[in-house]
């Protein structure tokens, strides 16, 4: 995989588009200040290959820049000979979206997977690694292998475990593990099976269930018939009396209609009485009309005229408060002058208050930085005996501290024997589970073995069983054989069989076996056959279980033979020792090491206490010293602040004697104010009062004429009224209104007399055919004790349906079980040998076993190549493995070998670049990647010194002088300096930029 170009946008702090071109890059640094944006352009890459972020996982929202929604990445790389290009977006709200396109040849692009999931896997096809294999073989982990090689054996076990994944084979364990499990627990419960819910299952149940199923269906059509029986009687006596209610129900109707005839003839009177007043309904309707409009006419001239007698007597109130208040008003002049005055001195009350609040603050500052040069002086005098006692502490503290005790070779020489002592705790523990699970499998053995001889014992009493219903079989066959051929001979004739004359026929040959019998033989025979295989079958199984109960007992005895030799072995290298005296010693060493670390600290807290101690008196000194110049320069400013004021007074002064002018001014305006207002108010007050009065005068004059219009109007009306009601046939207009009905009153008065003449018709009809259908009383108790009895058959006969139905699944189920627990036993015995196959696997992959060889074959293989690799970079070092520790083999000096930890800072680097590079070229390897051909190292050069600078640069040179993309992180300028070409991260207004710079 080789990078093409990269752009970006909304990506951390590239807020603006950038576009990154890597073409022609072969060894290049990217550069910039720290926190410029260097490291966000490998997120950046990652990202678009396998949509994550490193250091944030799948939480995309956190890296998308502040103030945006969305950021978008395409990176264009080269992978198998092709170019390819992926795209991908985030947002903050929803989930995003990616693209793969394959952008190689004149067809291109064509887009080859869309989606996260779906690209995320060609991506990982492509490369032939996953994000977390992909970050350890191209942007090297510089940190965890600084790490890696001052760590313990423990520790680097850990840190290579998760570099190479050696974890996969823990998850083969584990998976393996919960197979055996998975195929262990259906033995269980196909075994609880075959002993509990299958046993008893015979032909003779089986009969049984046959006979009985006969018997219920004889009970079953018995009862059908009753139930059929009942059911006609029932419903006789339910249409007799259904007959009977609805001619009752007739004769109520009857009766009730020849009751309401009374009332049915005075709604037809009334309706009668409607439709002679119906042609006078406009004219009566007008006559009310006119009446009601004459009465609110008079009604309202009433109203109005009050309205205006009241509103003269207002319109001379107001009158005479005009006057009153026109007198008033000759002081307006004299306040107005008075409110000039007060305003004009509102500048020297303003300075009054300036000088008086500055006067105040001034007064209470100058106490405060009186108060605060006490404090300082106090704590100046404190800060002095504080550095005294620290320096004191500091000197004992040094005193106390033993430069000579050193525990570390004594940590060197325990720490491989605690290794073995942990080694034999576990191995111990594991030869005690060793031991446990022989004595389990020779259980298991002695239990397969006694239930194998059972069923050998069984088997062999079924085939005796099966031999001797042949027998029987075969006899009644010949004496049925015997009894056909007698019914053709006759005496003195020869004999069909062997021509011999047959003689006199005897009474016991004429006895002949019946169908039943044989058919009985032939079931037994049938039945003891079937039985025998079975059994056969059983004890075969019983067979293969035993074995391999034998062999997994032979398991379990070599792995506790293993384990014990190991026990013994790692009990060898403990030199003679208890492991008990080597945890002792090491609790001791670790005491040692504890007690002179509390005591490094403590030298270090008095020196730090001693150095503060003595800031601490200087600031206090300085304190002192400005303290005392704020006091004096506040006492000058509040004798300013004192004659400010005096001279403000003496002007107020000149113009009022009270304290509070602002308040007179105040007072003065509200009387100027109020009295301004009561005059307008007045004023407007007579213009309103004069104004509604000849409003309603008017109004007045116009009701008196519109009320002698309406009378008229009603009186004309009421004649037109009383003229019609005439010509109708009614007395007055007054009879004509009462005869007058809603329509609403109308139809319903028609309903009803329509509805009562009907209901007789259909009340007649139904008493008539009633009768005709024969309606005799019958009462309900009958219907309902018949109905009782019919429930009651009916319920029998369900019962018996129930009993029949369960009978006949009981029979089935009694035939089918002998089948299953055949077919139970050989999926039982594949259950185990599945189980016994996974359980061993599982044991095999445990991590003191093949884990083990695996991490010890990678350790070995890391530690040869990164050896070759520091050869190359230094010149002079290579890197050994003895004891499980990290050895510096200096070939300067004839192979002296040396701790690792003796290297200089950049001499460590230099080796943690070589382990990285090795690991890098393994986890390809392991992985089966396509050739990845471009490096990243993110920053760690700036602990070199020049010369180890230039040796690091000049193996930078010889990876890219294979053709790889070498890119290195720094922020040190004279690093990007050497290099031939820098990508550079500079911040700005906008956002992060790049620029590209080749020599």
Known sequence: MRPVQLSLEGFACFAVRQEVDFRGLTLF???????????????????????????????????????????????????????????????????????????????????????????????????????????QAVLLPQGEFARFLGSSGRERRAILRDLVGVGQFEAM????????????APAVQ??????????????????????????????????????????????????????FEVLCAARATLRAAAEDAAAVLEAGRRLEGAARAEPCRGVLEADQRAAGACAAAEADLVTTEAELRALRA??????????????????????????????????????????????????????????????????????????????AALETEQRALDPGDDPAAERERLDPLRGVVAELARTSGALAAAEGAREDARARHEQEAAQCQRAEEAARAGERAADEARTARDHLRAHAAAAAL???????????????????????????????????????????????????????????????????????????????????ALRARLEGRRPQEVEEAWAALEERVHRRAVARERVQAATRAHQDAAHARA?????????????????????????????????????TTRDDVEAERAEVAVRLEALAARERAAHE?????????????????TLAERVDLVRREAADARAAAEQAALRAGLASAHDALQALVSPETRQALEVRVRQHAEGLAVASARQADAVARGAREVSSDAVDQAARAVDAARARLQELLVQQGRAEAEAREAASRAARAGALHGELATARAEASVHAVLAEDLRSDRFQAYVLRETFEALVAGASLRLGTLTGRYGLALEDDEFLVVDHDHAGERRPASTLSGGETFLASLALALEL?????????????????????????????????????????????????????????????????????????????EVD
Do not use: N
């Open 685 to 701: 007050a007579a213009h309103r009062a004069a104004a509604v009065e000849q409003q309603a005068a008017s109004r007045a004059r």
């Open 29 to 135: 640094a990217i550069s910039g200040a720290t926190g410029a944006g260097k490291s966000s352009l490998l997120d950046a890459l990652v990202f678009a290959l396998y949509g994550r972020v490193p250091r944030l996982g799948h939480v995309h929202k956190d890296i998308i820049t502040l103030g945006r929604d969305r950021m978008a990445v395409c990176l264009e790389f080269e992978a198998q000979g092709r170019t390819w290009r992926v795209s991908r977006t985030a947002r903050r709200a929803r989930a995003g979206d990616a693209v793969l396109e394959d952008v190689t040849g004149p067809e291109a692009p064509r887009t080859v997977a869309s989606g996260a999931d779906a690209v995320g896997e060609h991506i990982g096809a492509l490369l032939g690694l996953p994000c977390e294999a992909f970050l």
């Open 314 to 391: 207002e319109s001379a109130r107001a009158e005479d408060a005009l006057a009153d208040v026109e007198r008033d008003a000759q002081a307006l002049p004299g306040l107005r002058a008075r409110v000039a005055a007060l305003d004009s001195l509102r500048g020297f009350l303003a300075a009054r208050d300036r000088a008086w609040e500055r006067l105040f603050g001034l007064r209470r500052e100058r106490a405060a930085a009186q108060d605060a040069l006490r404090e300082a002086e106090a704590a100046q005098e404190r800060a002095g005996l504080a550095a005294t006692r620290a320096h």
């Open 486 to 568: 007698r019914a053709t001979l006759v005496p003195g004739a020869a004999c069909p069989v062997c021509g011999a004359a047959v003689g006199a026929l005897r009474d016991a040959d004429a006895a002949e076996p019946g169908d039943g019998a044989a058919r009985a033989a032939e079931a037994r025979c049938a039945e003891a056959v079937g039985r025998s295989d079975t059994l056969q079958q059983e004890a075969g199984l019983r067979r293969a279980s035993l074995a391999a109960a034998g062999a997994l007992l032979e398991e379990r005895q070599q792995t506790v033979e293993r384990t014990r030799a190991a026990v013994e």
């Open 173 to 184: 364990r584990q998976a393996a593990e919960r197979r055996r499990a998975a195929a262990a």
């Open 619 to 655: 600031r206090a000194d300085q304190e002192v010293e400005h303290v005392r110049e704020r006091r004096d320069a506040l006492a000058r400013s509040e004798e300013d602040a004192r004659a400010e004021h005096a001279r403000a007074t003496a002007e107020v002064a000149r113009v």
């Open 190 to 243: 196909l075994q609880a099976r075959l002993e509990g819910d299958l046993g008893g299952a015979t032909p003779e149940t089986a009969a049984a269930a046959a006979a009985r199923v006969t018997a219920l269906a004889g009970q079953v059509a018995a009862a059908s018939a009753e139930v059929e029986q009942l059911q006609a009687a029932h419903e006789g006596l339910a249409r007799a009396r259904a007959a």
């Open 920 to 996: 890098s070229q393994q986890v390809q390897r392991a992985r089966g990647a396509t050739a990845l051909d471009s490096l990243f190292i993110d920053e760690g050069f700036g602990t070199l010194d020049p010369e180890m600078l230039d040796q690091a640069t000049q193996a930078l040179e010889a990876l890219q002088s294979s053709g790889r993309m070498v890119g290195v992180v720094s922020h040190l300028p004279e690093m990007c300096a050497r290099l031939p070409a820098r990508l550079h991260v500079e911040r700005t207004a906008d956002g992060a930029r790049v620029t590209r």
